[in-house]
């Protein structure tokens, strides 16, 4: 059965700093690409960042220069470092495995986790 299970967010000030992490069960976590994906309110889920199993990573044009996605192998976690953080950064974000594209990703897994609230505002 797999758990993904985020954490970190909180409300922060406009440029300001958040580490989110994201620990997932139940999967071959070592050899699958992981992202991170974010909701606003009254918006679709989007892809924010990637990263393969290896360690290449892949940002949404977004959050290229302030975010960066990395993992953990030995604990099956994947974080995703904030800085600069923007008002329009505000959302709930969540961890999946992750189908890589050339652009974007596609998660793999329909079950999401409870995701962790982000809010920058001043």
């Known amino acids: 059965q797999v758990q993904l299970v985020e954490s970190g967010g909180g409300t922060v000030q406009p440029g300001g700093s958040l580490r989110l992490s994201c620990v997932a069960s139940g999967m071959a976590f070592s050899i699958l690409p992981m992202g991170w994906y974010r909701q606003a309110p009254g918006k679709q889920r989007e892809w924010v960042a990637s990263?393969?199993?290896?360690?290449?990573?892949m940002y949404a044009d977004s959050v290229k220069g302030r975010l960066t996605i990395s993992r953990d192998n030995a604990k099956n976690t994947v974080f995703l470092q904030m800085d600069s953080l923007k008002p329009e950064d505000t959302a709930v974000y969540y961890c999946?495995?992750?189908?890589?594209?050339?652009?974007?990703?596609?998660?793999?897994?329909?079950?999401w986790g409870q995701g962790t609230q982000v809010t920058v505002s001043s």
């Open positions: 999946n495995a992750v189908r890589l594209k050339s652009t974007g990703s596609i998660p793999v897994y329909d079950d």
């Open positions: 990263i393969s199993s290896v360690g290449s990573t």
